[in-house]
């Protein structure tokens, strides 16, 4: 039954629940942090490659973007940009979260990014709401949830502080008794939500708290009383895609911008044995392509959406059903272009022209790796053959591909390295990435220990035939020596970073160029660690070039092309 919606004592409908999409900490903060590891520490080599030296300062890509646009005096192009923050784009878990509660009479309000709306979390604070909800999407430690929980308890000691997602997933599943225990007390939230998918499980939370009811019938929470940590009965939730569709036009803000995330599938088809993914989400499940149209329709009523960006690990499976998706986009002539994340194995030439014509310009591939023994390892079921064809009719039709690969995987050695390498210089994605093997518990391989010799976890192992040191260095390499195709960073610049600067009106060529002399920078910056008497100079001067073409974007068309 859906509850009418609650009076506040000015007469507005009651803000019951406000969810908190993402707080991305000041990269000054984390840097600092990783930085307690050690210079020489994987995990700090690993988070530089994802920043560039400005002034003396590590600095995340965006920033130097930002830093590059005001430097550029130029005041026209600092309006119509304004400040670029990587996060800037709807926080879908958030989104879908506030959807599912509207649509059952819960009045719910979204906060997209905590660190620049912390003045209207205080006004929605200020109504009194039954609870605060904080999604985990992006997180893995939970350094991210101090500031915003202690934020909370200053403007609202009363809120009810509900946090789920795949940070609480993950402590569940790695830990137990008494070290859980202590994980979720460190948070410091008053309700953790345990399952994998948890929108239930939050309706359920917040009608209780309203009632005035205990949670201990509320399946799949834990809750803390009187300092005590409460676990209640678990009851895995399936909650239908088809009756939960996004209708964007009744999200509240009044603008959204002109890039937009959504998906059309929960979980993945594979089971690659580096990732868990599938075990915390269960079995595929996929929209129907009605539910599907339905969503992308109410998008079209919100002015200005330029860029949609599927988020489906694997958008094109099944492969019939993906094809009848480009025709539905085709048939109804949408005016967005899209990105999605795509398998190359499962595919055809017949797919990849309906991409085009139904407006794809670019796309995620999770390779992974160029060499066949270490694809197999991975149990990726895809062949080099696969991905070669995949790669040239991408090309063939003008489609941005950016390739993912890790390097270090058990059994990795240097051949195989180097013939990720080779994959790369031959196949020519527009942008690349590799990054070192994380060792994380949960995963199919690291279930595999003794077989491959694994010790240690995170950025800290050895396996038969490489430690994490070794890895990182291959890392570097591949920077430093890749010709043919130009590095996208990890932090704060991932895939999604493509179409939101798209969407601000930053041409495709201008963005290649820019990402062109920060992979140069880049470089400099790697050389010059192994070479402390020089390099300075160099990188000085790189940076001016990098300045000196940002200043030249005014003489572009910007568009989105």
């Known amino acids: 039954m859906i509850h009418s919606q609650h009076k506040a004592p000015n007469g507005h409908a009651k803000v019951e629940c406000v969810v908190i999409g993402y707080n991305e900490e000041p990269f000054s903060k984390y840097e600092r942090l990783i930085r ?15 920043s560039l030296d400005v002034n003396s300062t590590p600095t995340k890509y965006i920033d130097v973007l930002n830093y590059a646009i005001t430097a550029s005096g130029n005041a026209r192009l600092q309006e119509k940009l304004g400040e670029l923050q990587s996060g800037d784009i709807p926080n879908l878990a958030a989104i879908y979260l506030t959807n599912f509660l509207l649509k059952r009479g819960i009045n719910t309000q979204y906060i997209n990014l905590f660190q620049s709306e912390k003045d209207l979390l205080a006004s929605y604070l200020a109504d009194t709401p ?25 403007h609202n000691p009363a809120v009810k502080i509900v946090v789920g997602g795949p940070l609480i997933s993950n402590h569940c599943r790695n830990y137990s008794g008494e070290v859980l225990a202590t994980a979720l007390k460190d948070i410091k939230a008053d309700v953790y939500v345990v399952d994998p998918q948890g929108e239930q499980a939050l309706l359920n939370i917040i009608t209780h708290v309203r009632d005035g009811k205990d949670l201990s019938t509320v399946p799949n ?16 939730e399936s909650n239908s895609l088809d009756s939960n569709d996004i209708d964007w036009r009744v999200i509240s803000r009044t603008d959204l911008g002109p890039t937009l995330q959504t998906r059309t599938a929960r979980s993945c088809a594979f089971n690659c044995s580096f990732c868990n993914y599938p075990t915390r989400a269960g079995r595929l499940t996929l929209a129907s ?7 992308l329709n109410t998008m079209m009523e919100i002015e200005g959406v330029k860029n949609v960006v599927f988020i489906d690990d694997t958008f094109n499976v099944p492969l019939k059903r993906f094809k009848e998706l480009c025709r539905s986009i085709i048939k109804h ?43 197999e390892k991975m149990n990726k079921i895809a062949r080099i053959d696969d991905y070669l064809r995949g790669m040239e009719l991408l090309h063939k039709y003008g489609i941005m591909t950016f390739a993912s690969f890790i390097t270090g995987f058990p059994g990795e050695t240097e051949r195989t390295v180097l013939e990720t390498k080779s994959f790369i210089q031959e196949t020519a994605p527009t942008y690349y990435r590799s990054q070192v093997w994380y060792c994380e518990q949960g995963t199919p391989i690291y ?24 890895a990182i260095a291959h890392v570097e390499d591949l920077v430093c020596s890749i010709s043919k195709s130009t590095w996208l960073p990890q932090w704060s610049f991932d895939f999604w970073i493509i179409p939101y600067l798209l969407g601000k009106g930053i041409s495709e ?27 300075q100079d160099s990188q000085t001067e790189m940076l001016q070039r990098l300045l000196n073409e940002v200043a030249s974007w005014p003489a572009l068309e910007a568009t989105n092309s």
């Open 36 to 50: 307690n590891y050690g210079r020489d520490s994987v995990a700090y080599r690993d988070l530089s490659l994802s």
């Open 130 to 154: 039954y609870c605060v909800a904080i999604t985990t999407t992006f997180y893995v430690l939970n350094s991210p949830l101090y500031e915003m929980i202690e934020f909370i308890r200053r």
């Open 221 to 236: 929470v834990m809750y803390v009383v009187n300092g005590t940590l409460k676990e209640t009965t678990l009851v895995p």
């Open 289 to 295: 392509v009605e539910t599907v149209e339905r969503e």
């Open 333 to 375: 002539q949408y005016s967005f272009n899209w990105y999605s994340y795509f398998r190359c194995s499962n595919s055809d030439a017949e797919a990849i022209e309906l991409m085009k014509l139904s407006g794809c310009k670019g796309v995620f591939l999770g390779i992974e790796s160029g060499s066949p023994e270490i694809l």
């Open 447 to 470: 279930e595999q220990r003794d077989k491959y010799g694994i010790k240690g976890s995170g950025f800290v192992w050895q396996h038969s035939t490489m430690t994490s040191s070794q």
């Open 509 to 535: 060529a201008q963005l290649l160029s820019f990402l062109r002399l920060a992979h140069q920078l880049l470089v400099l910056k790697i050389e010059q660690r192994y070479r402390n008497d020089a390099g």
